[in-house]
């Protein structure tokens, strides 16, 4: 199985930071690779698929970037309702695996 | 408005079974592969089984896999998982979630993961 690789695990900021996550994968994945935000309590919400291709609905202030193995997702101004976990996903492979999560905290 | 609406979820025993149903609407549910996908509490995410939009196709999570069956009945818009010999392990929230799928290395795979129900938590426990 691919294996995802998130960083860092939770991190504070306050809001207008730009914020930056990692995802890196322990093979190629190409561009399968997709993000998801979860409030707590809720369900996963799809932000970005195939590495940058905003989900409809979903603010431009999230971007996504990178292909191999290595990846990055911005919020280039933290708002109040970012505050939440965000999670990777490759579908290069089955079975699709997810990172372990980044808790995006208020400073 | 699609729309995910999980049930079927509760207190078993280890060992004993349990059918988790996902009713769907808002799309044509026949055009589209589904997942199942679960979160124990306080843990991330691990999907768990995949059907193709005509049930051709099914993968199951290694963790699952001779104990969970997956299907679904395009007549009634709905998806199921039956889980039997549950284990404490398998103690989570269970997500179906929409999955477009693509064509790759000689097989069909989800691709992402659209729409997520709001999830029915499966407690495992004597």
């Known amino acids: ?107 | 408005e699609v729309q995910l609406v999980e049930s079927g979820g509760g207190l078993v025993q280890p060992g004993g079974s349990l059918r988790l149903s996902c009713a769907a609407s808002g799309f044509t549910f026949s055009s589209y592969s589904m997942d199942w996908v679960r979160q124990a509490p306080g843990k991330g995410l691990e999907w768990v089984s995949y059907i193709s939009s005509s049930s051709s196709t099914i993968y199951y999570a290694d963790s699952v896999k001779g104990r969970f069956a997956i299907s679904r009945d395009n007549a009634k818009n709905s998806l199921y998982l039956q889980m039997n010999s549950l284990r404490d392990e398998d103690t989570a929230v269970y997500y179906c979630a929409r999955a477009p799928d693509y064509y790759g290395s000689g097989s069909y795979r989800p691709y992402y993961f659209d729409y997520w129900g709001q999830g029915t938590l499966v407690t495992v426990s004597s």
């Open chain 1, 1 to 107: 199985d691919i294996q995802m690789t998130q960083s860092p695990s939770s991190l504070s900021a306050s809001v207008g930071d730009r914020v930056t996550i990692t995802c890196r994968a322990s093979q190629s994945i190409s561009t399968y690779l997709n993000w998801y935000q979860q409030k707590p309590g809720k369900a996963p919400k799809l932000l970005i698929y195939a590495v940058s291709s905003l989900q409809s609905g979903v603010p431009s202030r999230f971007s996504g970037s990178g292909s191999g193995t290595d990846f990055t997702l911005t919020i280039s101004s933290l708002q109040p309702e970012d505050f939440a976990s965000y999670y990777c996903q490759q579908s290069y492979n089955t079975p699709p695996t997810f990172g372990g999560g980044t808790k995006v905290e208020i400073k």
